[in-house]
Nanobody
Framework: VQLQASGGGLVQAGGSLRLSCASS????????MAWYRQVPGKSRELVAS???????NYADSVKARFTISRDNTRPTIALQMNNLYPEDTAVYYC????????WGQGTLVTVSS
């Protein structure tokens, strides 16, 4: 399974960004997909996850601001991030589970104050 993330960039606090992650390769039978983020010196943390049935879960810090969505055609996932805070600045990684763990290359999100 290969995962290609896109959509990161620089935005001012209060702004919005949309991340996308497309899967390819042996992408059938992917179960859970998710977005994680990591800042230097800290562990990678779960931002949001979504099952193949569309059940979503969010970190408390992003609830009501971020929305994860999924298209099972490929499958692909997206993360709509609204009302961004400077503390949302991180490298965001796409994740998929298919008889193992697969990671995308990461996309940098920078939120300026």
């Amino acid at each position: 399974v290969q995962l290609q993330a896109s959509g990161g960039g620089l935005v001012q606090a209060g702004g919005s960004l949309r991340l996308s992650c497309a899967s390819s390769g042996r992408s059938l039978l992917i179960s859970d997909m998710a977005w994680y983020r990591q800042v230097p010196g800290k562990s990678r943390e779960l931002v949001a996850s979504i099952t193949s049935a569309g059940s979503a879960n969010y970190a408390d810090s992003v609830k009501a601001r971020f929305t994860i969505s999924r298209d099972n055609t490929r499958p692909t996932i997206a993360l709509q991030m609204n009302n961004l805070y400077p503390e949302d600045t991180a490298v965001y990684y796409c994740y998929a589970r298919r008889y193992g763990d697969f990671w995308g290359q990461g996309t940098l999100v920078t939120v300026s104050s």
